[in-house]
């Protein structure tokens, strides 16, 4: 093949926008919209042992913060494309929890998803609060 044909160059262009268009009539490119009752159903799944108390739910709809009733464990549940991962939100991992305006960021050890970030207008300040990084273990 030529380099300097503009059709070895088109082939390969065309075929990934095949692929993009295929992905996106399949519906690829949906996001999962949270609700307290799919946040606590996929709660009870994955973290049965979690009690969940207070919860709340993003602006738009992408993550949730739930505090388990009677104690202070924390959990957050987040949007990954059409599914709804849940994790624990353990006070040792924490490395930032820092509110910027309306949005909450809270950063992990987690290396598969360290970052969470919820719209959380008039919440932040409060949870933000209450999931500070305490003292850390030696």
Do not use: S
Request: no cysteine.
């Amino acid at each position: 093949m030529d380099p300097k044909n503009p059709v070895t160059l088109l082939i390969p262009l065309v075929g990934i926008a095949l692929i993009l268009a295929a992905v996106w009539l399949t519906g690829g490119a949906r996001r999962a919209r949270l609700d307290r009752a799919l946040v606590l159903r996929r709660l009870a799944e994955d973290l049965p042992d979690f009690a969940a108390g207070e919860m709340v739910i993003d602006a738009d709809g992408a993550g949730a913060l739930i505090a388990e009733a009677g104690g202070t464990a924390h959990a957050v549940a987040f949007a990954a494309g059409d599914k709804v991962v849940v994790r624990r939100l353990e006070r040792r991992d924490l490395r930032r929890v820092a509110l910027a305006g309306d949005r909450l960021t809270i950063d992990t050890g987690d290396f598969t998803h360290g970052r969470v970030v919820l719209a959380l207008p008039g919440e932040g300040a409060r949870w933000a609060a209450r999931l500070a990084p305490g003292e850390r273990a030696p």
